[in-house]
């Protein structure tokens, strides 16, 4: 197994991104899996799903988000998507990633896996490139109101009036995050809500990069991106015969246990996207790549991409 750490240029705003490769040696290439990971994550926290990929004859690409992996312990714990457009950025950094995939391996098919803040950004691609994808998997993702996605920016827009564009938000932290572990406080774990298995939120804690909390330009700039890619005349935009694979667990209270997955689900559906399935594993919470019975979920995948 070799695994490959490069830098990508981000052509808009010069920014270097971090990407790493997984590849079999000596292995007939199945296909391309860029997999797009969720907030306060890094790339190589799919370590283990990418060498299972890997092993499988599939060339996989992670790299890490704005905000987030090695590169944050030069600038402290907070998450900031950079200046102007901040969800754009994320967008345009999976863009300048795409067309490196597409030019090292341009008779490949190429699948977009996002997990759940990932999965909002790769929406946000396939609405506007899904020309440049071949299938996209949703991991995690979510839905929220319009009422909710509003308040947020409301409230986002009052903090950055009185200082605190670039400052950790902990009171948006707690309305926007602090809910999800709410029914697993039994358990006495902050991390409850992320996977049953107790050994997964173990590795995470000693594997966690950082940052920690999101800036307030974060949080606005979050949910614009979720403001766009749950207005139907937007998803209207992708390509109608993209294949798209949504699967979550059931006890994801990101997912709402999923009932805002099937509402994504359906959103789909009525933009008359051809070919959506949907999965919603039981006894599973927000990471099912990290759970007890993950090899399910990794069975499941590697057959849809493999059809």
Known sequence: MEITKMHIINPK?????ILYKWEMENTDVKGVVHIV?????????????????ASRGYIVFAHN????????????????????????????????INKYIRKEY??????????????FVAR??????????????????????????NTIISLSSIFQKVGYSKKGNKFLEAIVFGQFNLPFLSEKDILSWLTSS???????????????IFTTNAFKELFKGVKYISEPNNILKTRKNLPVYIISGEQDTVGQYGKGVRKVYQLFKEADILDVEMKIYKNMRHEILNEQRKHLVYRDVLKWISK
């Open 13 to 17: 705003d010069k920014k270097s991104i």
């Open 37 to 53: 990971h969720g907030a306060f994550e890094h790339a190589k926290r799919y370590d283990h799903f990418a060498r299972f990929l």
């Open 65 to 96: 988000q704005r905000g987030h992996g090695e590169h944050t312990r030069k600038v402290g714990k907070l998450v900031d998507f950079g200046e102007g457009e901040g969800f754009l950025n994320l967008v345009r950094d999976v863009l300048a």
């Open 106 to 119: 341009p008779k490949q098919k190429l699948t977009l896996l996002g997990h759940s803040m990932g999965s």
């Open 124 to 149: 946000y691609f396939a609405i506007n490139y899904s020309e440049l994808i071949d299938k996209l998997i949703l991991v995690g993702t979510g839905y929220a109101t319009p009422l909710t996605v």
């Open 198 to 212: 107790a050994e997964e939120r173990e590795k995470n804690r000693r594997e966690s990069l950082g940052p920690k």
